[in-house]
């Protein structure tokens, strides 16, 4: 069975991250990636953050269920635009999932070195179709890979994947 990876990316919009979350789902359902397990981490202007952890991994589970992503997007993107925050309820609903995928003292580092206003998405993933998630991650240009444990190759071709320009422009 393929090792995790880790990968930290950071986008300049609270709706980037989660869209791109979106966009995984869609993958993991395919049977291209398999999340292990994600953390939403914001840092609103003014420095303070906002933590927001996706799933427990427990024994024999090692990815969410096709109910739990719908419940999680639709929470997450239930969120009024102009604010671009999780709200209380949906905070309530997060603070509920207990985190043991991403170490803590990780989640800590990425609150150290996500910009204001911006949010960075933590995917712990195995099974990866490199092509697959090369091109998704191609419509989301401007984001920044943070940190991981990738291999300098993969560094380089998500790198490359975030600030190619796209085709027809």
């Known amino acids: 069975m393929p090792g995790q990876q880790l990968a930290v990316l950071s986008f300049d919009s609270s709706l980037k991250a989660q869209e791109f979350m979106t966009a995984v789902a869609r993958l993991q359902e395919e049977g291209k990636i398999l999340v292990q397990d994600a953390v939403f981490v914001t840092k609103e202007p003014g420095g303070r953050t906002t933590v927001?952890?996706?799933?427990d991994p427990g024994p024999g589970?090692?990815?969410?269920?096709?109910?739990?992503?719908?419940?999680?997007?639709g929470a997450l993107l239930a969120v009024p635009i102009a604010g671009l925050a999780i709200g209380a309820g949906t905070g309530a609903l997060m603070a509920k999932l207990v985190d043991t995928g991403v170490p803590d003292?990780?989640?800590?580092?990425?609150?150290?070195?996500?910009k204001e206003g911006w949010t960075a998405?933590?995917?712990?993933?195995?099974?990866?179709?490199?092509?697959?998630v090369l091109?998704?991650?191609?419509?989301?240009?401007?984001?920044?890979?943070?940190?991981?444990?990738?291999?300098?190759?993969?560094?380089?071709?998500?790198q490359a994947a975030l600030t190619a320009q796209p085709s027809g422009t």
Do not use: M
């Not at 927001?52 to 799933?55: D, G, L, P, R």
């Not at 003292?105 to 996500?114: A, L, N, W």
């Not at 995917?123 to 697959?132: E, G």
């Open 61 to 73: 589970s090692s990815a969410l269920t096709a109910g739990a992503w719908g419940l999680l997007f």
């Open 135 to 158: 091109a998704e991650l191609g419509r989301f240009q401007g984001a920044e890979l943070i940190s991981g444990d990738l291999s300098p190759e993969a560094v380089a071709a998500v």
């Open 121 to 132: 998405l933590a995917l712990l993933v195995s099974h990866i179709n490199r092509d697959a």
């Open 52 to 55: 927001v952890e996706t799933t």
């Open 105 to 114: 003292d990780f989640v800590q580092q990425i609150r150290e070195q996500v």
